[in-house]
């Protein structure tokens, strides 16, 4: 896999390069965003980049610009890498449009088994008959194709869609398939490890915060507080709003 590593500071890309390298992907490196934006575009002849691993501190335009205008020309999986801890920063970058969202310092083996993740889910979008016709977001156990409805909130599977009251609301591929989760059995409580394993298709203890991020992000771009109730100790469920 082509990536393609965002990173003003030398020694860090050096050796974040020479680590992911070790691990088979080829790894192009751009030291600010505008060189970031200008290898993005097609038409080198290259195969195209898998994931973008996006630092947020650098010169000129920092990286929630960057990612915004990523996020407008194209939809490839973006991580966001940087030393901002804030739950702010995290559900900001998550509004943008970052796929995912690690804090340094971080362990290689997870921000690998991030890497992996958020690329298998792109694939999986983008070739679903490789997957026997599963999309994100729909579980074809249960047979569940189509829309949801549940009071104002209105999600349609096959488009990917969401909306509230009719008012249409950007989601993120992760946040719509966690919400599209917990849309398909309201009142149901899901175990924080069972959505970890859908959603993100894996058990990676460290992604438990990324699960807290997302149901905050959805809380606040769906504007429905009392949509996610998360259920202490155990998971979440979602209650369906009233008509």
């Known amino acids: 896999m082509r990536l393609l590593l965002v990173e003003d500071d030398e020694r860090v890309a050096a050796a974040l390069s020479a680590v992911l390298a070790r691990h088979g992907f080829a790894v192009v490196h751009a030291p600010d965003g ?12 290259r195969p195209p980049f898998g994931v973008v691993l996006l630092d947020l501190g650098l010169p000129g335009q920092d990286g929630f610009e960057i990612c915004g205008r990523i996020r407008r020309m194209s939809a490839i999986p973006v991580i966001m890498v940087t030393a901002r ?3 702010r920063s995290r559900i900001h970058g998550l509004h943008l449009g ?7 310092p971080y362990d290689t083996g997870e921000l690998l088994a991030r890497i992996h ?8 979008e983008e070739h679903p008959a490789e997957e026997g016709g599963r999309r994100t977001g729909q579980r074809t156990g249960q047979g569940t194709v189509g829309d949801l409805r549940l009071g104002t909130l209105a999600i349609e599977l096959s488009t990917r869609q969401v909306s509230v009251d009719g008012r249409a609301v ?16 309201p009142g149901v409580v899901f ?22 991020v997302h149901v905050a992000s959805l809380r606040s771009k769906l504007g429905l507080t009392a949509l996610i109730e998360t259920v202490r100790g155990v998971g979440y469920r979602l209650v369906a709003p009233a008509a």
């Open 170 to 185: 950007a989601l993120t591929r992760k946040e719509f398939d966690l919400l599209a989760l917990l849309a398909q059995r």
């Open 117 to 124: 993740a958020v690329s298998r889910r792109s694939g999986a």
């Open 34 to 45: 505008e060189t970031a934006l200008q290898r993005l575009l097609p038409g080198d002849g």
């Open 191 to 212: 175990r924080r490890e069972q959505i970890i394993s859908e959603v993100w298709r894996t058990s990676w203890e460290g992604t438990g915060r990324t699960l807290e």
């Open 98 to 104: 970052a796929d995912d969202y690690v804090v340094k």
């Open 85 to 87: 801890a804030d739950v």
